[in-house]
Structure formats: structure tokens, C-alpha cells
């Protein structure tokens, strides 16, 4: 029953009938991978992992507002904002998984320490 009604349903068929936009993954990649390379050169090396989590999750919430605010369509042709945001969270949740919360803390408690 279910089958027959997936098959032969007006539902909305996953199809991607849009030609690949190379340049719109490029400059997707570019603003994923901007704020990883500056917090490389501002922070030290064992700190960025947990750093850009933090970061990758403020921007992908801002980012998340700003398209529910002004009511920004999903389901339009290229790259929109809510790809922005998706990247965002995607990013924050492997740096996430990559960092090591110890050496925050570490990094936090010596600058307690320091007159």
C-alpha cells in the first residue's frame, strides 16, 4: 500500500535537474574555509579545533536568523543562505568532534594566572 502510494503519489520526487554550478561550490568553500584560516594565523595551533567550533556555531546561528528573518526560500536554484548556515553546522559539528576541550580550558585557566 505504502509503496504504491510512494510510486504513484503527487508527492515531490528527489531530482536534481539543475546543472552543476561550479562556481557557486567555490564560493561556498571560500566562506566555509575563511575563518579556519585566519584563527590559524591569530591563535595558537592547539587551540583552533575547538575555537572554530565555537565560532563555526555562532556564525551558522546568525546566519540560520538573518534567512528565518527574511524569510529566505530553500528550495531556490544555487547556493542560498540556508546553504550557508548548513555548511556552518556541518563544520561545527567535525570541529567539534576533532577538538580536544582540554586545551581551551588549559589556555583559559593561564590566562587567569597572569597579572
Known amino acids: 500500500m505504502a509503496l504504491g502510494k510512494m510510486e504513484n503519489g503527487s508527492e515531490r520526487k528527489f531530482v536534481i535537474d539543475d546543472p552543476f554550478r561550479f562556481l557557486d561550490l567555490v564560493g561556498l568553500i571560500a566562506i566555509a574555509t575563511a575563518p579556519a584560516f585566519l584563527l590559524l594565523l591569530l591563535i595558537p595551533l592547539q587551540l ?68
Request: glycine share 6%.
Open 48 to 115: 583552533v579545533p575547538p575555537v572554530l567550533g565555537i565560532l563555526s556555531f555562532v556564525i551558522a546561528c546568525g546566519v540560520a536568523l538573518y534567512a528565518l528573518v527574511t524569510k529566505a526560500s530553500r528550495d531556490a536554484q544555487g547556493v542560498t543562505i540556508w546553504d550557508i548556515a548548513y555548511v556552518f553546522t556541518f563544520i561545527w559539528i567535525v570541529a567539534g568532534m576533532m577538538s580536544n576541550p582540554r586545551h581551551l580550558l588549559e589556555w583559559f585557566d593561564h590566562l587567569a594566572m597572569v597579572p
